[in-house]
Structure formats: C-alpha cells, structure tokens
C-alpha cells in the first residue's frame, strides 16, 4: 500500500471515532432553552407523535462506550490502521495461516502420500478405500463444487461428471490430465455459413441426436456438416475426439442446452469452455485422489 493511502485509512480510521466520541458529548450537553427532562419539547409530528426531552437509555450509551474503546484497543493490537501493524505483530498469512497449514500437512501429507501410491481404479472401486474416496469428496466439495455442482452433476457449460460420457476421455489417465492441466475447449463460431446453413447444419446435430426434425432440412444439414469442417473435430459420424474436447454428438447429452435455439446458438456463436488447471495449486497427491473421486462417480 502507497503512503498515501495508508495515511488516507489512518486519517479516515481516526476521524470516525473521534466523530462518534464528539457525537456522545454533544448529546448529552445540556442546551440553554430547552425544555427540562421528562418535558415534551414541541415538536409534534403526525399530528399527535410528541418528542420527550429524555436522555439516551443507560444500556445503549455503554454499548456505545464498550464499542468505542474495543475499537481502540482492536486498532492498537491488530493491523487495521493502515500501515500499522498493530502491537501484536499479528497477521493472518504470516503465523497464524502457516502455522495451520503446517499442522494439517503434518496430519494429512502421510495418508496423501500413501494412497497416491494405489491405482486410481483400487482407490474408486475396492471397499477398503473408502476412506480415500470420502476425502476426495471433501476436496471436491472444496475446490470443484463450484463449477460442478456438489453431486458433480454439472449445470449448463459445466459438464455432468456422472454420466460416464466424456468430452476429453474417461481413461484414468485422460481424467487425471483434465484435472491437473486443465482443458480449453475450442468450437469456432460458424456464423460466417449464414442463417440457412446454421439452421440446417442444426437440424442434423438434432437429427444425429435421434431427435425429430425436418427430414430435407436435415440431409440439407448433413452436406454442410461434410463440408464446413465439422468432421474434423467431431468426426464424420458425429461422436467426436477426446484430443479435441469436440464431444459425441449423438448421444443426446448437451452441453450448452439441447434445445434448438441452444445449439443454433453455439454453431452461431461458437463456444470455449475452459477447466482450470489444478495442478499447480493442488499438487500431484490431490489431484491423484479427486481422479478417483471422479472416476467413482462415473462408474457408479
Ligand atoms: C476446431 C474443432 C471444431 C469444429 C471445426 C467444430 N466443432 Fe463443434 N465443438 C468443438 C468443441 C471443442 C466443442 C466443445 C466446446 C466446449 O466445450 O466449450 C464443440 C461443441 C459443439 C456443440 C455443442 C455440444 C453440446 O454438448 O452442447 C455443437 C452442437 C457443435 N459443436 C456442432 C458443430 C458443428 C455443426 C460444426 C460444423 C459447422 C462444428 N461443431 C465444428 C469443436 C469443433
Ligand atoms: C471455474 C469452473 C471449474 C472448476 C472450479 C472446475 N472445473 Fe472442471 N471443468 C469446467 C469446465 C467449464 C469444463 C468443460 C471444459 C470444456 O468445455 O471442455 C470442465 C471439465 C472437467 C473435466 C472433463 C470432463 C469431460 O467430459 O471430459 C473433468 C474431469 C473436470 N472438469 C474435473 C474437475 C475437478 C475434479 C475439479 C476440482 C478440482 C474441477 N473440475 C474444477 C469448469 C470447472
């Protein structure tokens, strides 16, 4: 933080107590004039709501004074005014964040290692690693729940991880690889084929879905799915390439939606879906355990 700033919050920090501390004072001030305690004043609204002369309730002020000198003390003993590092020397990243990261790794980093040894498929499968499973879960709950729901049951853009279908391959190894290094997916828009080619070329994916469209459209749709170079990504019968992420387009299960303005939509506006990597920020033994999570899911 530059200078400026932090003397702008010390400034700004300070300014308010002493406001809050000016305000007490200035409400308990007798003022010449006024009517005596327990008097109305004479201000009336609402026609008959008069305003008494009365003083603060006892309770309120000392929760006013208890705050006020919490807020002192807090500032002196913690960082909070800008620069100032508070008496303590506190920090959240400094002691006390490593000092438990320390001791979770201390507890933890034994068990990690240790099932990173066993196959993904024992890890997902066999009754023994049970407990395995259970703290993959806890690390999806954490760090993937977010984008696929807690069940990984996924939400529009973000993919189903149960239903065993797969955009870049459901091999261990193929799954370990989307989690650690992450995936960008790449449809290029085909705007550029025109309204009449999009729709038909739509008609066809809806048609390889099983789907009931338009019959001429459809075959219509089919030249240009030849043509367009649709078949170099998601083949020449539609089911895609997990290298290329291009998913299986006629098992009826969309990403974007399978409705047809959904799928007009991608083919006009192509799509990049991208899963971040993990690796960097989990580590080889998580993200060994999170495979078999996902692995386990998919299989059940
Ligand atoms: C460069 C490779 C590439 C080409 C060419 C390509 N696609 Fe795709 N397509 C993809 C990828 C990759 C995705 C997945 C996008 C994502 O996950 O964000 C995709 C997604 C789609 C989807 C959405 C599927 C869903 O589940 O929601 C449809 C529909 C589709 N493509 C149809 C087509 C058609 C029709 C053409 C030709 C006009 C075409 N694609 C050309 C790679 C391609
Ligand atoms: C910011 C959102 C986000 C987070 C967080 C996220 N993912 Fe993803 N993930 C995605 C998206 C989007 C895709 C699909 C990419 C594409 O379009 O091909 C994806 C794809 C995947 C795939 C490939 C699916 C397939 O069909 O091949 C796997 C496996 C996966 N994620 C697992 C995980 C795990 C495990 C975590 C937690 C460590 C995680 N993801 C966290 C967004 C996310």
Not at 202 to 217: I, K, P, Q, T, W
């Amino acid at each position: 933080m530059s200078a400026f700033w932090s003397g702008w919050i010390i400034i700004l920090s300070v300014a308010n107590i002493l406001g809050c501390v000016w305000l007490i004072w200035w409400t308990m001030r007798r003022r010449t004039g006024e009517a005596a305690q327990g008097d109305v004043t004479g201000h009336t609204w609402d026609g008959d709501l008069q305003e008494y002369n009365n003083p603060l309730p006892r309770w309120w002020l000392w929760l006013f004074y208890i705050t006020l000198i919490f807020a002192v003390g807090y500032l002196a003993l913690y960082p909070g005014l800008g620069d100032f590092k508070g008496v303590l020397g506190w920090s959240s990243q400094g002691s006390q964040y490593t000092a438990e990261m320390d001791k979770a790794a201390e507890k933890y980093d034994p068990i990690f290692k240790q099932y990173a040894t066993v196959a993904v498929a024992d890890l997902a499968s066999k009754p023994e690693y049970q407990e395995a499973r259970n703290m993959g879960k806890r690390l999806f709950l954490t760090y993937c729940m977010q984008c696929h729901g807690s069940d990984g049951g996924g939400a529009r853009g973000f993919p189903n991880l149960k239903d065993d279908e797969w955009q870049w391959g459901g091999s261990a190894d193929q799954i370990k690889a989307s989690i650690a290094n992450g995936r960008n997916a790449v449809m290029p828009a085909q705007a550029h084929l025109g309204e009449e080619k999009v729709d038909q070329a739509a008609a066809y994916v809806m048609s390889l879905a099983g789907r009931n469209v338009d019959a001429a459209e459809a075959a219509a749709g089919k030249e240009v799915f030849m043509t367009a170079g649709c078949i170099g990504c998601h083949g020449m019968d539609g089911t895609g390439n997990p290298l290329l992420g291009a998913p299986n387009l006629t098992d009826n299960i969309w990403l974007y939606g399978g409705s047809a303005g959904a799928i007009k939509q991608t083919l006009h506006k192509g799509r990049a879906g991208v899963m971040p990597a993990q690796q960097d920020l989990l580590g080889d033994e998580k993200v060994h355990l999170l495979t078999a999570y996902v692995y386990s899911l998919s299989k059940q």
